[in-house]
């Protein structure tokens, strides 16, 4: 476990790392149902709330393993086996999701006893692969200790959450404090010697994962057309419906890919931190998109508490802040603002108030969601036009200015 070359040429996500996502399939999965379920339910607050806890939850377990498979993946048997055994923990972290958000809808306490057992499972593995590259790279042995004694450290603060039955506020303030802890940890690992990650495969995992996240909105589309047409039949709603979800997913996922991260990356790696981080919100607003799309078929159903424009509101929301995230990433890896973002930022947001104003008036939820659509494709229409132009142009400057 020497460590990989951060320059290798050609490197990919392996097939291992591809079999180690599918478990997140199921994370996000559940956590966009539990979270369309608690909406329809008029649960809101209660439901975003949970949601946006479950997701950093998700996100972080597949953060963890990521950036160390980028550094030491040697692929032996050792490794292969830990992988494995992270890839448990995630199944059991997933089986904790339901009971975590039913916890936050009755406001008791927060329920995070097979959450935190997910990660005891996940983290075993994961400090040993740390402790075995600080062994075997000695070069890098500092970063890799400290990356497994905060790991450690702040485990042991998780298992300790189980026993906390205070009100939800003061359990989900303690999260908080873990949560900043376990972001300090990969900072202060990075700042005694780093570790050598690459950045083109960190761009590429992160890409993939940004995909499978968008097959909720694909899942979300079926579900709602499938409870369209078995209620009334194939009509026009069910063809907008099966357009409008489509469409809103490859939208975003073209939206995902105007941004030369890779590059940006490799010439500035100290922007790691604010693209890693900032993803989380990112995979959180896609994922909540599909669930919104699930709310959509709880509304045709008539399962649901929240009306035309409550149901719009689920899927343009998040729609809205991943648009939003897609250009802040663009800024802080380029370190500099383009106008022409600003403007196709404030015909996005005009055309999502615009679809809220359809429902509002009457309009069918299928039309609406149909103009919704149209907000990512602002952006694909605007890079495609001149905004690519511009982005190798900040491109170009960045790498020059790179020291």
């Known amino acids: 476990m020497s460590g990989r070359d951060p320059y290798e040429k050609h490197r990919v996500a392996t097939p291992l790392e591809l079999l180690f996502d599918l478990t997140f399939v199921i994370a996000f999965g559940i956590s966009a149902s539990e979270l369309s379920h608690l909406l329809v339910t008029g649960h809101v607050g209660a439901g975003i709330t949970a949601f946006m806890f479950a997701t950093f939850a998700v996100c972080w377990a597949w953060i963890n393993f990521t950036w160390f498979a980028s550094a030491y993946d040697t692929d032996d048997w050792i490794y292969r086996l830990m992988t494995m055994m992270q890839m448990v923990g995630v199944l059991i972290l997933a089986l904790g999701i339901p009971p975590f958000f039913a916890s936050i809808e009755h406001g008791e306490y927060v329920d995070n006893t097979v959450l935190a ?18 062994h075997q ?42 949560a900043c802890a376990e972001m300090f940890g990969p900072w202060l690992a990075e700042n005694r010697g780093g570790t050598p990650w690459h950045a083109h495969h960190i761009a590429e995992r992160y890409s993939l994962l ?29 063809i907008l419906l099966v357009i409008a979800g489509t469409g809103l997913t490859f939208g975003m996922w073209w939206v995902y890919f105007v941004v030369p991260t890779a590059d940006l990356l490799h010439a500035r790696r100290e922007a790691s931190f ?11 607003a896609i994922v909540a998109t599909g669930a919104g799309l699930h709310t959509a078929a709880y509304f045709v159903e008539g399962h649901s508490d929240l009306g035309v424009m409550g149901t719009v509101f689920a899927v343009a929301v998040p729609v809205g802040v991943y648009i939003a995230l897609i250009y802040l990433i663009y800024g802080m890896l380029v370190r500099s603002w383009d106008v022409l973002h600003l403007w196709l930022l404030v015909l996005t947001a005009a055309v999502l108030v615009i679809a809220v104003l359809l429902a509002w008036v009457g309009v069918s939820m299928a039309l609406c969601l149909l103009v919704v659509t149209l907000a990512p494709a602002v952006t694909v229409v605007g890079f495609e036009v001149s905004g690519h132009q511009h982005a190798q142009q900040a491109l170009a400057k960045r790498i020059v200015d790179t020291p």
């Open 210 to 238: 940004a995909i499978i996240a968008l097959g909720e909105g694909v899942v979300g589309t079926v579900a709602s057309l499938t409870a369209l047409v078995g209620e009334h039949g194939w009509s026009t709603d069910a």
């Open 117 to 134: 057992a997910g990660y005891v499972v996940m983290r075993i593995a994961l400090v040993g692969q740390w402790l075995r590259a600080a």
């Open 274 to 284: 604010p693209f890693g981080y900032v993803h989380m919100a990112v995979f959180a």
């Open 137 to 178: 790279d000695p070069e890098h042995r500092a970063s890799c200790l400290t990356y497994a004694t905060v790991v450690t450290a702040v485990q042991i603060g998780w298992i300790g959450t189980i026993f906390v039955h205070a009100p939800v506020v003061i359990s989900l303030a303690i999260w908080v404090l873990l």
